[in-house]
Antibody, heavy 120, light 107 residues
Framework: QVELQESGPRLVKPWETLSLTCTVSSGSIKLDDYYWDWIRQSPGKGLEWLGNIHFSGKTYYISSLEGRVTMSVDTSKNQFSLKLTSVTAADTAIYYC????????????WGQGTPVTVSS | DIQMTQSPSSLSESVGGRVIITCRTSETISRSLSWYQQRPGKAPNLLIYGASTLQSGVPSRFSGSGSGTEFTLTISSLRPEDFATYYCQQSYRTPFTFGPGTKVDVK
């Protein structure tokens, strides 16, 4: 059973860059028929899907984050990452990594989540 | 974006009771609807996909139905571990969107 684990700083200053990594274990990230996702959860916005990446490097980002978000994959480490620039308090949330089967689009594995607070 | 609503936003029920949660979408999504359970401090966990297919390992007291714009999640006989928050999610089109959640607590 695949396992996902987020890691990264829990406190980020306003206007700086949020960087998180998701490590995939008990399974390979190099699967043609899976996409790797980032989802966040905040009291104000609930669960919000941010986008995803395929191991080939193909990405999809939600329009509200375009220009601020970058997702990348490191197949040698079985990891994928999220970078979000110019963060504000509105980016404070629990960040989850997850995966979904291609063309099926439900999230069948999740990391435990990591809380990130944007504050000076 | 496809908008999601859920009703009720919260409910109280007893162990052994029956729970029905409704999810509605702003446009038709065929049967591209999933349900998740989230316990406090934990990540959401997939219960149902394709509106009615139980994820492997999910107890049969959970069931889903619906198509188009209206869907339901039914828990036939509540167990103590079922007190949690439940979310629907449309998998029809990006951006994938979630409902606001329904909290089920003890009566």
């Amino acid at each position: 059973q695949v396992e996902l684990q987020e890691s990264g700083p829990r406190l980020v200053k306003p206007w700086e860059t949020l960087s998180l990594t998701c490590t995939v274990s008990s399974g390979s990230i190099k699967l043609d028929d899976y996409y790797w996702d980032w989802i966040r959860q905040s009291p104000g916005k609930g669960l919000e899907w941010l986008g995803n990446i395929h191991f080939s490097g193909k990405t999809y980002y939600i329009s509200s984050l375009e220009g601020r978000v970058t997702m990348s994959v490191d197949t040698s480490k079985n990891q994928f990452s999220l970078k979000l620039t110019s963060v504000t308090a509105a980016d404070t949330a629990i960040y989850y990594c997850a995966r979904h089967p291609e063309a099926k689009n439900w999230f069948d594995a999740w990391g435990q989540g990591t809380p990130v607070t944007v504050s000076s | 974006d496809i908008q999601m609503t859920q009703s009720p936003s919260s409910l109280s029920e007893s162990v052994g009771g029956r729970v029905i949660i409704t999810c509605r979408t702003s446009e038709t999504i065929s049967r591209s609807l999933s349900w998740y359970q989230q316990r406090p401090g934990k990540a959401p966990n997939l219960l149902i996909y394709g509106a009615s297919t139980l994820q492997s390992g999910v107890p049969s007291r959970f069931s889903g139905s619906g198509s188009g714009t209206e869907f339901t999640l039914t828990i036939s006989s509540l167990r103590p571990e079922d007190f949690a928050t439940y979310y629907c999610q449309q998998s029809y089109r990006t951006p994938f969107t979630f409902g606001p959640g329904t909290k089920v607590d003890v009566k």
